[in-house]
């Protein structure tokens, strides 16, 4: 048991969910399901192409860290505020069909791609990317605690 633990410990120190300095994070409890993951993945997908903040809000940790495709960084207040003010616009978000979801007691990891389509800096893009997304299970619910992305370069 105490080697899972130690296993389950590295595995979020590697993924940026054990805190460190004053980005600690919050406790999860529960034990997350493949299904709940994915119906929440989907609601922040609604979320974001809708610009409905409340959810966006109620969905994200305050711990969340969000690594963007153009390997910028942003916590929960940045990267709503992003939206909020209009520089950032998610027009259409677009998963494929080879998600994967693997659970870790109050941890959920999806992984995959799909297609974004964006407004960022005034200009319209279609971003391919090859993403993960870490969900956590708290008292009020599932939340998204990180994402880290790259682009997938056009086939030649």
Known sequence: MA???LRLFALC???GLVGIGTAAAEECSGTVTADEAMKAELARYAAQTTNDFAAMEKLFGNDLTYNHSSAASDDKAKYIDAMRSGRTKYRKMTPNSDLTTRTYGCLAIITGTAVYEVTAGGQDRTVPLRFTA???????GLQFVSWQSTG???RQ
């Open 13 to 15: 120190a590697m993924l």
């Open 3 to 5: 080697h899972r633990s």
């Open 152 to 154: 997938i370069p056009p």
């Open 134 to 140: 870490i969900w956590a299970k708290r008292p009020g």
